[in-house]
């Protein structure tokens, strides 16, 4: 039996899963936590902060947040992370790094948590 399972959403929090199925539906139905993913980039802050409150409006819990850069180092990832920290509820859980076409395993393992 594992010990954690990740069930992962597709194209954002208020993309439907199926006709009359939200995103939130199957989270509340399974008594999930949400871990949200925003990608470093310009628009970033405003992308995660509304995620979060649509999660919160639709009574689920936003338990933290995994940054990933997806520009090259030397971008403003770390400035980005730091807004993020300040202007989010919920924890950064990590973050991925900057790999174009890296085989999703090998940057899985990079995942940097805390």
């Known amino acids: ?7 992962e959403g597709v194209g954002g929090w208020l993309a439907p899963l199926a006709d009359g199925l939200e995103q939130s539906d199957l989270v ?3 008594e999930l936590p ?3 993913v925003v990608g470093l980039k310009l628009g970033c802050l405003s992308h995660a ?3 979060a409150a649509a999660v919160a409006a639709d009574g689920c819990r936003l338990a933290g947040w ?4 997806v520009a090259p180092p030397g971008s403003d990832a770390a400035a980005y992370r730091e807004l993020l920290a300040s202007a989010l509820p919920a ?6 790094p900057w790999r174009p076409g890296g085989d999703p395993a090998d940057v899985a393992a990079e995942l940097s948590l805390g």
């Open 91 to 96: 924890r950064c859980l990590g973050r991925l």
């Open 49 to 51: 902060r509304l995620t």
């Open 66 to 69: 995994i940054g990933v850069e």
């Open 28 to 30: 509340r139905a399974l």
């Open 34 to 36: 949400v871990i949200l």
């Open 1 to 7: 039996m594992a010990e954690h399972i990740v069930v």
